[in-house]
């Protein structure tokens, strides 16, 4: 089984995406919150960016496709450190970052409407079936024909040249089968969770960090 370890990337949400309090007429709706919810996963994860949510947090389409594409190379950073100890080319990782906007467009999430909890606190349940592609990635890593094949190519023991040379040559199959599986992406069983919005002492609403990671860490299964 593997267990990649996912860094927290909560900093864009901490310096983008708040509410100020101004922007609700002083007070936050149930509708609010659960456009907020839905605003924060269509930006970060297909790069959708609806109009009522970008007045909400007071933000433009252009920062909002500045943080999308920020939170993509940050996701695609994360799986490269994850599998490389070399870094890989950078046209390699121009190619993981276009494969991760399309798994990601694939992303299966539900938000229901928000429950307030007190004045300072709002309570939405969340849906997600996490996406299963790599979790086939790895069953042909671990034990398909090619990457068996491909092993087979280069010894056991390598100096700092060849083991570069593998490795590059290794992320590019990589790659090329995450490209392949792709129309047969699917989902694991669905999992819930509630995710709460909150007023801080400055005066802005913003989604909780550690419910947002929670819940980042559902939309790609990455334990396998």
């Not at 839905?38 to 009522?52: F, M, P, S």
């Not at 970008?54 to 994360?78: C, G, K, P, R």
Request: with cysteine; hydrophobic share 40%.
């Amino acid at each position: 089984m593997y267990k990649l370890w996912k860094r927290v990337i909560s900093l864009t949400l901490s310096l983008a995406l708040l509410i100020p309090l101004a922007a609700c007429g002083g007070g936050l709706s149930p509708d609010d919150a659960t456009t907020y919810i839905q605003g924060i996963l269509d930006e970060n994860y297909k790069g959708i960016y609806d109009a009522d949510f970008l007045e909400m947090i007071d933000s433009t389409e252009t920062e909002a496709q500045e943080i999308y594409q920020n939170s993509i190379e940050v996701e695609a950073d994360f799986l490269i450190g994850s599998l490389m100890d070399n870094a890989p080319t950078e046209e390699q990782r121009s190619e993981l970052i276009e494969l991760y906007k399309e798994i990601y467009a694939k992303a299966s999430y539900t938000v229901d409407t928000a429950t307030e909890i007190d004045e300072t606190t709002y309570g939405v349940k969340v849906t997600v079936a996490p996406i299963d592609i790599f979790h086939q990635l790895m069953d042909e890593v671990s034990s398909g024909t090619t990457f068996t094949e491909f092993n087979a190519q280069y010894p056991d023991t390598m100096d700092d040249a060849q083991y570069y040379e593998y490795e590059i040559a290794w992320f590019q199959l990589v790659l090329d089968t995450l490209r392949e599986l792709l129309p047969s992406l699917g989902y694991l069983e669905e999992q819930s969770l509630v995710v709460q919005v909150t007023l801080g002492d400055d005066n802005y609403w913003s989604l909780n960090e550690d419910d947002f990671n929670n819940l980042d860490w559902l939309i790609i299964d990455y334990n396998f």
